[in-house]
């Protein structure tokens, strides 16, 4: 209510309104529920209804109920307890938005279940059972019952005021009409009628506002104003007068409400956050969901959501008063498009021996691959941007990689390696001992946690396995690696070396003969290194007792022992037989022949031949200075002791006596026996030249016929017939042919020749008849030769058993004898299997002599060898052949040759690992060492066990500095048995490269345009793929591509990007850049330049020229 009214009606003794109707009660709630009619029926706030602006925008003029405890009690009064007729007034304004059977404004007395109190009821009602919004009820209390008068139209719960006036309207005259009438906004909105007589109800309740009495708990929510009680019913002009009075309710201003994003719908990774800022006018901003959302504040937010969200913002702007204040709203949404990332793990803590080293890393996934890789900065990352690396960490340390996908989504994940401390104890002094000898390993523990366990390897000569000071006595040199290993599973390691010395070894040669007062050089063989001590016993009859060569001079048979030790203190032990000869040969010293008369020309005879020495000796020679006498059958071999007899022909070639001397010789110490020979020759008629002709010896395939010449003189005075001459193969008389005569004093010269076929020994006397005078006789010649086949002598099977643990070669001497009478040589001496090895390749075999020859067996793998010996021998093309067998079961390593990397794409500097397998069969093995050169690298493997028969391997990587082919050979080398093996390793960097070719235009008119072309050739060794060109600004433009981008480009093919100009005066340029995204980001940029320039115009201004006709 405005302020003037106020103050009339309280001046009055009697409020009047309208056409002067005096009011029973008028509450304008100008800052209070007082009654302002003057009438006392003041009013109670209960449970908080405020005072609010009223319908003319007067602050405080106006209660506000919240639907929930607020209203107002009038205590009861008969001057309010109606009888007749009735009419109320109020203004209301209300925004109910849940709905209600019943919301009250006002009401009094209670309608019960025999109506015995009279009253009244008006509320807004939402009756279910008709078309929702709520309307105006107006419930008058009589003995009959309650009907209701409900309005029509509108939903007045709208938050604009609204008047209502209801009227109850009763003829005293006239019980059986009952009227009353619902006006709302000034306008009757409904009218009903009843007939019911109440002149007997009274009530004993008062009047309460804002909630029902009737109705319990039918709370109003909304504001109330300007109540008027009139005993009376208004007529239809009254209440026209009420609802004009003050003007009417004002008409606040349109509430609109602006609204704007700032940010637009985008893409982002996960993890990553958008700024959300709303602009405009609005009093309240609201964001849902708010899933994903932070830092909020009225007008911002942060959003992170994790999957694709669109995300609303409601605006709200609130303005008028309350309860229903005016609310504009407006929502926009922006969509934000969350990209996966990628994912990497790196794993949980690692926990690391300090000394190991441990490779990390991890392939990511999801996201968008291809994936860059990089670690955060650390002395150990070798290269940041490599995935796998190897470290060696001496602290604990935190690692960090990031993984960022195509789209630029971003993976981190941490690696903490913790570090353990391990055992520590030594494996014992490197040394050198011999074979067979042994020594203890181990020593003490330094450090390590309980309880500990130890394993050495390899196992081969040891005592035990598991023990913390085993007993080694190895075969060969072994590198012994103890395993030692803490309760934390921490392990340390440990190598010794034990050099076994080769045991030396010393031939002392073969038992050899001297004769009596001589001597001999002892030559003993000694293999392995040289020795550092010799010593010789017995000592008395050597030159020197600790000489490798002493002169012997014994003088009897004598063992001498020779004792090596080399600078390893091992010892070899062998021994030779010195045998003293004192050979004797025995035989008469003068053999007569008495005389020959003229008819006899040869005489034989037996001598004996005695061995009286202690030793066997050879009769090989007859040395006779004369040609009368002659020898035969020889040679003869005399055992000591034994006796032999042998043929002298006395063939005198003239008259007369004739002594000549025989001079045996033997093979041994010059032993010889000295015969004269005597005989005499009474006439000689026919003598022969030769008594013997000796053809020699020859080799079966040297066996060529050959001639000699003998001489048949007639000496006596007759002619000498001489008749053919008998004699058997291979021997014959070549020429003349025979029978012959030879006048007296003549001669004839007869060839005897010899044609072998067969080796064998030949002897034959050649037997002339001849006749002269009264002489008859037979000349003799003794004709020998022999023919061997020369051979070496048969060898069996030489069988080198089995090797076994780290052996390696087994070596054995073997002789070849030569047991012909000819000398052999041999030209070749070869094995046909390269796992074993025989010297000497070549030599000369005297006689009856032998030919030590080493074989060694070398095998290179584990299993069976066969093979064969092969001797070449001359003369006659000989050979002999021997089977050798061998077998290895000892250690072994198998691994490939070669490890190739192939072509390997790199974009930066990185490694890249491959796995060599390795398998040591025969007994546990450890890697005693590895190494390559650059850029092939192998990790820390000393100290690697290799257990026998298991597959290990070991990591060879390849880090190439710059493009081109690599090849080195890597070395490894195992205990036990010292092996080495070598591989070869090879692999190829190739790095895509882009080249650009620029584009000058030139000179170019400015106002047209111009094209050309800008290149980028695939100058790497791999296809790429480029994706487009950019960087290229105005006035240049790219118009097109060949091919189309993005594109794949394979090596030496070009990508061509034409480009447009349209110059502008003076000069420009641009780069045009072309980018690669895989295998890896590449870019080029190629120079475009042009010049502009205007075009030109040339004005000429000519001086006035005037002329007359015919002038000039």
């Excluded at 059972?129 to 008058?140: E, L």
Aim: proline share 6%.
């Amino acid at each position: 209510m405005r302020t003037i009214a106020i103050v009339l009606w309280i001046t009055l003794a009697s409020i009047t309104t309208g056409q002067g109707q005096p009011m029973a009660a008028f509450y304008p709630f100008n800052g209070n529920a007082n009654d302002a009619s003057g009438n006392g029926h003041h009013g109670t706030v209960h449970g908080g209804a405020v005072l609010v602006a009223d319908r003319f925008g007067n602050p405080l003029s106006a209660y506000n109920f919240d639907g929930v405890n607020d209203y107002i009690s009038i205590p009861h009064s008969k001057a309010l307890a109606f009888r007749w007729s009735y009419s109320i007034s109020l203004w209301f304004k209300s925004c109910i938005t849940t709905r209600s059977v019943g919301r009250t404004l006002i009401s009094s007395g209670i309608a019960t279940a025999s109506y015995k109190e009279f009253g009244y009821t008006i509320e807004l009602r939402d009756p279910t059972d008709v078309t929702p919004g709520y309307r105006i009820a107006f419930a008058p209390h009589v003995s009959a019952g309650a009907n209701d008068a409900t309005s029509s139209g509108n939903d007045f719960a709208d938050g604009r005021w609204h008047h209502v006036v209801m009227v109850y309207d009763w003829a005293p005259g006239n019980p059986a009409e009952q009227k009353y009438r619902c006006y709302v906004d000034g306008v009757r909105n409904h009218k009903d009628s009843m007939v019911n007589s109440f002149d007997s109800l009274t009530t004993t309740n008062g009047i309460w506002i804002g909630q029902g009495i009737s109705r319990l708990g039918s709370y109003f929510t909304g504001a109330i104003d300007d109540i008027r009680l009139y005993d009376t019913a208004l007529n239809e002009s009254q209440v026209q007068n009420l609802y004009h009075e003050g003007g009417g309710p004002i008409t606040p201003a349109a509430n609109v409400v602006s609204l704007s994003l700032k940010a637009s719908d985008t893409v982002i990774c996960q993890g990553r956050s958008v700024q959300l800022s709303a602009l405009g006018n609005a009093t309240q901003i609201s964001w849902s969901p708010t899933t994903g959302l932070s830092s909020i504040t009225p007008t911002t937010a942060i959003a992170s959501p994790l999957t694709t969200t669109t995300y609303k913002v409601r605006a709200l702007r609130i303005a008028g008063d309350l309860p229903c204040q005016d609310t504009a709203q407006k929502i926009d949404s922006i969509r934000i498009t969350v990209r996966q990332p990628p994912k990497v793990e790196l794993g949980f803590t690692r926990y690391v021996c300090l000394g190991d080293s441990i490779t990390i890393g991890a392939n990511a996934s999801d996201g968008a691959p291809p994936y860059r890789y990089q670690w955060n900065p650390h002395p150990l990352i070798s290269s940041r941007n490599q995935l796998l690396q190897t470290v060696k960490v001496d602290r604990s340390t935190l690692f960090i990689l990031t993984v960022t996908d195509r789209e630029g989504c971003i993976a981190r994940d941490t690696l903490n390696v913790v570090i353990l401390s391990p055992p520590k104890m030594n494996a014992g002094a490197d040394t050198t001992i011999c074979r067979g000898a042994s020594v203890l390993l181990g020593g003490v523990l330094e450090q390590g946690v309980p309880p500990i366990t130890y394993r050495w390897s390899p196992s081969l000569g040891l005592s035990d396995t598991a023990a913390r000071t085993p007993l080694a006595a190895p075969d060969s040199t072994t590198s012994y690696v103890v395993a030692v290993t803490s309760s934390n599973g921490c392990i340390w390691r440990d190598t010794v070396t034990l050099t076994v010395a080769p045991q030396p070894t010393v031939d002392a040669g073969p038992s050899r003969s001297i004769c009596a007062d001589s001597s001999t050089v002892l030559s003993p063989m000694i293999a392995g290194r040289t020795p550092a001590a010799i010593q010789w016993t017995p000592s008395s009859s050597l030159s020197c007792a600790d000489c490798q060569n002493p002169t012997a001079r014994p003088t009897a048979t004598t063992t001498y022992r020779v004792t090596i030790t080399d600078s390893s203190g091992c010892t070899a032990v062998d021994s030779v037989e010195v045998r003293v000869l004192r050979p004797q040969l025995s035989t008469a010293g003068v053999i007569d022949f008495g005389t020959l008369d003229g008819c006899t020309s040869t005489r034989d005879t037996a001598i004996t031949l005695t061995n009286s020495g202690d030793a066997p000796m050879e009769i090989t020679e007859a040395r006779i200075a004369g040609t009368s006498f002659s020898v035969a059958g020889l040679p003869v071999v005399l055992a000591p002791g034994e006796s032999r007899t042998i043929t002298v022909r006395f063939s005198p070639q003239s008259s007369g006596s004739i002594a000549e001397e025989v001079e045996l010789v033997g093979d041994q110490c010059g032993a010889t026996a000295r015969i004269t020979l005597r005989g005499e020759k009474q006439q000689s008629l026919v003598s022969i030249s030769h008594g013997a002709m000796e053809f020699g010896l020859a080799a079966s395939c040297q066996a060529t016929p050959r001639d000699t010449v003998v001489v048949i003189r007639n000496n006596g005075t007759a002619p000498a017939t001489i008749s053919p001459g008998v004699v058997s193969a291979p021997f014959s008389v070549a020429s003349p042919n025979l029978p012959a005569t030879i006048v007296a004093g003549d001669s004839l010269q007869l060839t005897v020749r010899y044609v072998p076929v067969a080796a064998g020994a030949f002897s034959d006397d050649l037997r002339l008849g001849y006749a002269s005078g009264s002489c008859l006789d037979t000349l003799r010649l003794r004709l020998s030769g022999r023919v061997v086949t020369p051979e070496l002598a048969p060898i069996g099977v030489i069988d080198f058993g089995t090797l076994t643990g780290c052996a390696t070669s087994r070596d054995t001497t073997i002789m070849l004898r030569n047991g012909s009478e000819i000398e052999l040589r041999v030209t070749r001496l070869y094995s046909s299997s390269g796992e074993y090895l025989v010297a000497p390749s070549s030599a000369v075999i005297p006689p009856g002599d032998s030919l030590a020859v080493t074989v060694s067996y070398r095998p290179s793998s584990s299993g069976s060898h066969s093979g064969t010996i092969e001797a070449e021998y001359e003369p006659c093309g000989g050979s002999l052949g021997a089977q050798l067998l061998g077998q290895k079961q000892g250690v072994s390593v198998e691994l490939p040759d070669t490890v190739s990397f192939g072509r390997v794409v790199m974009c930066g500097d990185s490694t890249v690992s491959q796995r060599l397998p390795i398998r040591f069969s025969g007994s546990d093995g450890v890697i005693v060492s590895a190494s390559v050169g650059g850029p092939f690298g192998v990790g820390n493997v000393a100290g690697q066990s290799l257990p026998d028969g298991v597959e290990q391997g070991v990591s060879v990587s390849f880090a190439p500095p710059a493009e081109g082919s690599f090849a080195e050979a890597m070395e490894l080398r195992f205990s036990p048995c010292g092996i080495t093996k070598r591989v070869v390793v090879t692999g190829q960097r190739v790095t895509p490269k882009l080249q650009a070719i620029d584009l000058d235009f030139g000179a170019q008119q400015v106002g047209q345009s111009a094209s050309g072309r800008v290149g980028f050739v695939n100058v790497g060794g791999v296809a790429v793929r480029v994706e487009g060109i950019a960087g290229v600004g105005s006035p240049f433009q790219v118009s097109s591509t060949e091919p189309g981008l993005p594109a794949e480009i394979a090596p030496g093919d070009t990508v061509w990007a034409t480009i447009s100009y349209a110059p502008e005066s003076g000069e420009q340029s641009t780069t045009a850049t072309a980018r690669t995204s895989l295998p890896c980001e590449v870019t080029a940029s190629a120079n475009v330049r042009g010049k502009g320039e205007q075009s030109g115009r040339l004005t000429l201004k000519l001086p006035s020229l005037e002329a007359s006709a015919g002038s000039e």
